[in-house]
């Protein structure tokens, strides 16, 4: 998808309001702020802040002769975010069977466990450190 909105912000800022209103908390008139992230065609990628509660949504509109539809899914991610991520790398086919076999084989716990006694450990120190001060 291209990210050149010139002659077509002012169509897409058009087919947007049809997303005026929040699906969350069902406030109405202006309260969606909405950032177009990608246009490519009749599609239009949209990422939209409610201005009263504050929930983000990511929004894939079409536009067609038959009118406008679109997908959309809450997200915790904010504009930036979605730009930042879009530039990364993708998630290939062995990262997944790396991140499965990592947590299937129980290395996270060997991991979580060390982590877990080193903070013990050095909690235990402080709080001797610190008894031995008071004394």
Not at 8 to 23: G, T, Y
Not at 27 to 42: C, D, F, R, V
Not at 75 to 91: A, N, P, W, Y
Request: glycine letters at 4%; aromatic letters at 8%; hydrophobic letters at 35%.
């Amino acid at each position: 998808m291209s990210s050149s909105l010139s002659p077509f912000s002012d169509f897409w800022h058009e087919r947007l309001q049809i997303l005026s209103f929040c699906p969350i908390c069902e406030t109405k008139q202006h309260s969606m702020q909405a950032k177009i992230l990608e246009i490519e065609g009749n599609h239009c990628l949209v990422h939209m802040t409610c201005r009263k509660c504050h929930n983000a949504i990511l929004a894939l509109v079409q536009t067609n002769a038959s009118g406008v539809s679109s997908v959309g899914m809450m997200t915790d991610l904010s504009f930036e975010d979605v730009v930042k991520f879009q530039s990364g790398s993708q998630i290939t086919l062995d990262d997944v069977i790396s991140s499965h076999t990592y947590f299937y084989t129980g290395a996270w716990k060997e991991l979580m466990e060390k982590k877990v006694v080193k903070n013990y450990k050095s909690t235990k120190v402080k709080r001797v450190s610190k008894e031995k001060k008071n004394s």
